[in-house]
């Protein structure tokens, strides 16, 4: 068997299934995209979940992917053994209402055995103990005798969460050999030790789950299958463990090179190693997917995996800050399968040395407090720290709570984390007392679940303001309707529309739609998954009903003053890279038609001169009244052009790229002026901070200028 690199096993795996006829496409985003019920993408299938639901129609029946992979359940683990990791990668082949069984065991075994050329003689498949299907398949048509196939129970082979699709699942192992065995005579398949060791997982999605346990067939059946790239590394390059596995290894060996030390020589600082080696792979993603250090959400997972790093470091000896020179190790590694690590190079090194500094700044003395803690414990004769203590660490400090339990444990401490917790829900619910948001929807969420996805909006509304078109699809407050009267609140979905849907930054378009008599007064315009665009408002007069034709007309002012400052967003980020540097990078924005904001990356306060030179930048290609120019071309063909692009966006293959002269091209799908000139004049109101490592500014356009002087 050839000795496949990692990077030629996640080719070979998508050039496999781009034969077999599926959609080859690139990894999503580290960052989930619509779907709030994750912090970060933690599995192969969780990107395409709407295609699973039928919320979204996927490109192709079939799909192909190489998922990149953020777990921290069992972070705790991390460097203690060389089983766990944080960051993976997950190769995956989908069917979404096409092939099922028959192809996705053969496709399977074609590829492990045919494509890899793993030993057949070392591959056992499990199928679900009540799957006669999938057992005959294996058995009559590739040919596994009976006693080679497993059967095993739902929590091994049986994929649900609660109610929903589910189904059995069949997985294929492979025999490491006696070497990785427990020693017991009845170790086989399915024993906890590393001999047998699962490289393939078939989940056949067939049933509906009621929440009771009442399974029913479903119409279409789907197929998620997955493998772990590096575990097939694992196996393929015949080494003990992912740390063993060529791009992994590179840089585990650069841990020891900094630290002066080999690997296998000592078990405690190997579990530095492992955890720095690991953790740094994690952050690197992480950042190139836009992902800021921060003490909530998946910032604070970042910030964590950073300074459990930095700490390692530490322990291990290496002097001076080392994680921004560990992390191109890593983007070497692994830029082939995913060219954004390339593209964000100084970026990562600027985030990864920013954080690293204020670890160490604050380290030393927040090192300090917790040994004046210890010894007050100590006197008084208590093993645990206080809830309230160990939150000023987090917070005063900035000590992320395991951090704090990981000194704590070494030396025979605990701490009192529900305490923690509870000083956590306090801050929490003060900061919402003091920063309370509105969240308007035409209706409540759920009702817009019930709409099909064959339901879906074109926007028209690049050329022109006024459009008529036939009503598809009428939401009230609480439920699906086929008509709204005088005075109802609702949400009105037509087959094409002129009117902009909040989305990339840009506020929704207001205005009114029209049928006869009847008018609805358009307060928002919202986008909802599934290409649906849903005008929320009010009707103030007669009634409009599903199928009807009507006439949308959004506002020409608001539109024309929401253009000119989305247009200035473009030219203020070219004109912040120019003064700053190239590590500009967008981290939200707002466009309205009253003002604009932009949050960028970028590591310290504006001075008043680069404030100024930034806003004379603007006004200067505002005056030269640039042309303004939209291309839609392919994403590739997009980027090689230099077209910027938002960190974590999710792009069709197909994107507009509008460009301002000379001076400015990015990827967006907003509306903008014909000419720069249009903008008339630009004003920066402030410039403030607003998380580590990101800046906010806003500014002001045209007559809003004007008005600004004048007040």
Known sequence: MKEYGVNELRRMFLDFFESKDHLKMKSFSLVPHNDKSLLLINSGMAPLKPYFTGAEIPPRRRVTTCQKCIRTGDIENVGKTARHGTFFEMLGNFSFGDYFKDEAIAWSWEFLTEVVGLDPQRLYPSVYLEDDEAFEIWNRKIGIPADRIFRFGKEDNFWEHGAGPCGPCSEVYYDRGEAYGCGRPDCTVGCDCDRYMEIWNNVFTQFDNDGNNHYTELTQKNIDTGMGLERLAVVVQNVDSIFDVDTVRALRDKVCEYARCEYKKDEKK????????????????????????????????????????????????????????????????????????????????????????????????????????????????EKTLSGADAFRLYDTYGFPLDLTREILEEKGYDIDEAGFQACMEEQRRLAQESHETTNYMGADATVYDGIDASVTTEFVGYDRLVHESEVTVLAAETELTEALSEGQRGTIFVKETPFYATMGGQQGDKGVITCGE??????????????????????????????????????????????????????????????????????????????????????????????????????????????????????????????????????????????????????????????????????????????????????????????????
């Open 518 to 711: 009847a008018r609805f007064i358009v307060d928002d315009t919202v986008k909802l998954l599934g290409g649906k665009v849903g005008h929320v408002g009010h009707m103030t007069s007669g009634f409009i009903r599903a199928g009807d034709r009507v006439t949308l007309a959004a506002d020409a002012s608001g539109r024309a003053d929401t253009c000119k400052n989305h247009s200035a967003t473009h030219l203020l980020q070219k004109a912040l890279k120019l003064v700053l540097g190239n590590h500009v990078e967008q981290k939200g924005s707002l466009v309205t038609p009253d003002r604009l904001r932009f949050d960028f990356a970028h590591f310290q306060q504006m001075t008043a001169e680069e404030l100024s030179r930034v806003e004379d930048i603007v006004n200067e290609q505002i005056r030269t009244a640039l042309p303004v120019v939209t291309q839609v071309m392919n994403l590739e063909e997009a980027k090689k052009s230099g077209a910027m692009a938002l960190f974590d966006e999710k792009y069709a293959e197909d994107v507009r790229v509008v460009s301002m002269g000379d001076f400015s091209k990015e990827l967006c799908g907003g509306t903008h002026v014909a000419n720069t000139g249009m903008i008339t004049a630009f004003k920066i109101v402030s410039e403030s901070g607003i998380a580590a490592g990101v800046r906010r500014i806003e500014a002001l356009t045209g007559e809003g200028v004007f008005r600004y002087y004048r007040e």
């Open 270 to 381: 190997d579990v530095s190693i492992r955890l720095i080696t690991d953790h740094i792979r994690s952050a690197t993603f992480m950042i190139s997917d836009g992902i800021m250090p921060a003490n909530v959400g998946r910032g604070y997972v970042l910030r964590r995996l950073i300074r459990r790093a930095a700490r390692h470091g530490r322990l291990l000896g290496i002097e001076g800050k080392f994680l921004a020179k560990l992390s191109e190790t890593v983007i070497e590694g692994s830029r082939d399968g995913y060219p954004e690590l390339e593209e964000k190079r100084e970026f990562i090194f600027k985030v990864l040395t920013q954080e690293e500094d204020k670890f160490n700044k604050t380290i030393d003395q927040g090192l300090g407090i917790l040994t004046d803690m210890e010894e007050s414990m100590k006197a008084a004769g």
